[in-house]
């Protein structure tokens, strides 16, 4: 497969499925994929099975009663109602990351496969991870809840994927996947559980995380000539009608991506109102802005594809709060007319300037979105909409599952208050 002539060689030699299509490495870096990957692969999916026969079981119907409040076993047909969400998710992480990510023309086969890969090797080792910080010293009861929630921790390491496309194998995927899902899942647990931030359709820890973890790792990667592109960094008329499928998956079941795990009844009802108008808005904003950009208004492919999704993850903090459905729109128009800007003069600045290739600009899908949620989130709190749209806030420190950061700051501030004046 590889010529002796040539003193460069793409990472894999597999005939239908490879590892680095796009950019070429020096052939003393070339990895040994006969043994290595497999052995790699092996040796992991051997842990994950040690792993689960010492610390997971399955989920247990008093466990799923005391989760969900049901008193009664008759209702235990309502912890299946939660199914279609994962399936909805699921087809999230597995078609739609895997299309969004064909673009390119050269990478199709392995931005769907090794897509499969990661997502499967991270599925499991996230429900161990997050299992083993949530489980207080248990076995790790295995639900409907955890599989979502696994699927979840896969998502930060395919968004990562987008930022570092084409200029890793296989066996560094495996690696990156291991080490990302334990940083995700240690974040998580400190904002979720230490600071009890409210952050439902998960903008920073899941979204902004990925992105800029995933930068963090580009520009380690970064090579000089990646500064005038790459003959191999451009997509065919098929490659982006692929890409497309991707980014129709995603759009379509993005509402319940953000309402996986909120609340049921009013929260859950709000979470997948607020993302379908959030969502609506953003791709009408980001129609009109890459027709602005580009020159005599032809819309680019790259934000058609991309940008028309900053509504979901932007949305995603406060998706479960009462921000009103304008509300929702407003973030979804902001979050699409920054997205079309990044892709626009972000990408090129971190290339040249910044020394980052960001293949996918996840910076601007997943990067700056997620930094709007987590603004819009704590705009929706200090506007008093974190629960009932009222401007009283009636939850406390206690069951403050539902404030963000800034609101139990402020409610102990108010406690100190009152304690000086007594």
């Known amino acids: 497969m590889q010529s002796n002539s040539t003193h460069r060689a793409v990472l894999c030699s597999y005939q239908h499925l490879t590892a680095c299509e796009v950019l070429s490495v020096p052939l003393s870096f070339a990895t040994n994929m006969r043994f290595k990957f497999p052995l790699m692969a092996i040796v992991l999916e051997i842990a994950m099975i040690v792993l689960f026969a010492l610390f997971v079981e399955y989920e247990m119907d008093q466990t799923i009663l005391q989760q969900l409040n049901i008193t009664e076993s008759a209702d235990m047909g309502k912890v299946l109602e939660l199914y279609p969400l994962f399936q909805d998710v699921h087809v999230m992480i597995f078609v739609g990351f895997g299309f969004l990510m064909t673009f390119l023309k050269k990478y199709g086969f392995s931005s769907v496969g090794i897509n499969l890969l990661i997502a499967a090797l991270g599925l499991q080792w996230g429900t161990v991870v997050q299992g083993i910080l949530h489980s207080q010293g248990k076995k790790i009861s295995i639900g409907i809840k955890n599989i979502i929630n696994a699927d979840f921790s896969t998502a930060t390491v395919l968004i990562s994927f987008g930022a570092v496309l084409g200029k890793t194998s296989p066996t560094q995927m495996l690696i990156m996947t291991i080490i990302e899902i334990a940083v995700f899942a240690g974040n998580e647990y400190l904002v979720g559980e230490i600071f009890k931030a409210s952050d439902i359709g998960a903008s920073m820890t899941i979204h902004a995380f990925g992105a800029y973890f995933g930068l963090a790792v580009a520009g380690i990667l970064y090579r000089s000539g990646l500064r005038r592109g790459h003959k191999n960094e451009e997509s065919t008329y098929y490659s982006d009608l692929f890409a497309m499928i991707g980014t129709l998956f995603l759009w379509m079941f993005w509402p319940s991506f953000n309402s996986a795990i909120a609340e049921p ?12 108008f959030s969502l609506a808005a953003c791709v009408v904003t980001a129609f009109a802005f890459s027709s602005l950009v580009e020159q005599r208004g032809k819309l680019n492919m790259v934000h058609i594809q991309n940008a028309t999704l900053a509504g979901g993850v932007a949305v995603g903090t406060c998706a479960d709060m009462a921000i009103h459905p304008f509300g929702s729109m407003t973030i979804g128009s902001i979050a699409g007319l ?74 102990n501030v108010i406690h100190v208050k009152k304690l000086g004046r007594s």
Do not use: W
Request: aromatic share 4%; glycine share 14%; net charge positive.
């Open 338 to 411: 920054v997205a079309v800007i990044g892709y626009k003069f972000l990408t090129p600045l971190f290339t040249t300037k910044l020394r980052i290739h960001d293949t996918c600009g996840v910076h601007n899908l997943h990067g700056l979105p997620g930094i709007i949620g987590g603004l819009a989130g704590i705009a929706a709190v200090a506007l008093g909409a974190s629960n009932t749209g009222k401007t009283t806030i009636k939850q406390t420190p206690e069951n403050g599952s539902d404030a963000t950061i800034l609101e139990r700051l402020g409610m």
């Open 265 to 276: 009844g009013d929260k859950q009802s709000r979470a997948i109102v607020n993302t379908y």
